[in-house]
């Protein structure tokens, strides 16, 4: 059996080769003072279920027009009033959710630990079919055409139909022997799927599961499997015909997916991903660095270390900052152009691991104790 590693804290502190429980982790940076220079104003906040717990799970909301669909590990999934945090409707489902809620405007898309996928209608929160896959989904499921699109952790990429909930293709890739615990969620772009594997590879399929190209954002390397890890878990983003994807102990790089052709690569090791925004990709890395690099060949703008292993979320692009949530709850808004802080804001919750979901001058966070929140930054 293959494993399958869980990283909370990074560096590693999970292996020693002694066999001392001495935790050799790097402390989290104590928060510095600064003058806040924008206002963030909370607009309401609603608690929406049980959240993960002592999970690591990134159980992303689901963005839509009016409203957000939110789930906890317990099943319980929720339509919320983006306006004013209000219950729309909500729905038990009895099974212990793990992927978070995928779709779109008419469907709704939960996944459990046991390989359950769920399809609910968006009107009344009703369920539509129940369907079992291979594995367990640690990602939202992403609707393509007729076709539901399911990535689970035994190395499948599997479509299921609108209908019914029926297989239609399976695409399968090998994973390595020790890889992180989760996956990048699926990227859908004009009806194509595109997915960061454990592997270090970004593959790319039609809607009837053809490869349209597998190319390799890292190669690994090292004497032992955890210097090998290299997979895609965090988020990527396209723009332009260019898809940016990172890798943990590996690189960043721009890739052309109109020609499956490297634009350019650099090294840089994240497991949370990257945003963009005018020329800019902004990322926060293993040691919990911020970066901004030119989206034009990699160059770094500037490295900001002041955050340093608080466990950030991927940055969010907000009006001109960047957002990142860590580990104690704190929301912390940073300048895009150079990298200081613009302003904080103690959420008094558990903490963050799904990054915050913007929409023009708001940015709604989802904290690990399921509390809902919806801020407005004013420049």
């Not at 999970?14 to 963030?40: K, T």
């Not at 919320?80 to 992927?99: A, K, P, Q, R, Y």
Request: glycine share 8%; hydrophobic share 40%; with cysteine.
């Amino acid at each position: 059996m293959k494993l399958r590693l869980l990283l909370l804290l990074v560096p590693f502190v999970l292996l020693n080769s002694c066999g001392s429980e001495e935790d050799n982790s790097e402390p989290p940076s104590e928060l510095v003072d600064f003058e806040s220079s924008v206002e963030i104003k909370k607009l309401w906040d609603v608690s929406v279920g049980g959240g993960v717990g002592q999970h690591y799970l990134k159980l992303y909301p689901l963005m839509l027009s009016d409203r957000l669909i939110v789930t906890d590990r317990n099943g319980s999934v929720q339509a919320i009033n983006l306006d004013n945090g209000h219950e729309l409707w909500s729905v038990d489902l009895d099974v212990v959710i793990s992927g978070g809620v995928g779709g779109n405007e008419k469907y709704h898309a939960v996944s459990s630990r046991d390989g359950e996928v769920i399809l609910i209608d968006a009107d009344k929160g009703k369920i539509k079919w129940r369907a079992n896959v291979s594995s367990e989904v640690l990602v939202p499921a992403e609707i393509v055409a007729d076709k539901l699109i399911v990535r689970t952790v035994d190395g499948k990429i599997i479509a299921l139909s609108l209908t019914a909930g029926e297989e239609q293709w399976v695409f399968k890739r090998d994973i390595p022997a020790l890889s992180l615990r989760g996956s990048s969620r699926l990227l859908t772009i004009d009806n194509k799927i595109f997915a960061g594997l454990d592997s270090g590879r970004l593959v790319a399929l039609d809607n009837n599961g053809n490869s349209l190209f597998d190319a390799a954002v890292e190669i690994p390397r090292g004497k032992s499997e955890l210097e090998r890890i290299i997979d895609i878990d965090g988020d990527s983003v396209f723009s332009n015909n260019v898809l940016y994807v990172a890798s943990f102990q590996g690189s960043v790089i721009a890739l052309d997916v109109r020609r499956g052709q490297l634009i350019w690569k650099r090294k840089l090791s994240t497991y949370t991903g990257v945003d963009i925004s005018g020329s800019s990709l902004f990322s926060s890395d293993e040691r919990d660095h911020l970066w901004a690099l030119d989206r034009n060949n990699g160059a770094t703008l500037w490295k900001m270390e002041k955050l340093a292993a608080r466990r950030l979320t991927k940055p969010s692009v907000i009006m001109d900052a960047i957002v990142v949530g860590d580990y104690a709850g704190y929301l912390h808004f940073v300048s895009q152009y150079d990298g200081h802080f613009l302003a904080r804001v103690d959420t008094d919750t558990s903490g963050f691991i799904v990054p915050p979901l913007i929409r023009g001058d708001r940015l709604y966070v989802l904290s690990s104790d399921g509390e809902l929140s919806a801020y407005q930054y004013a420049q």
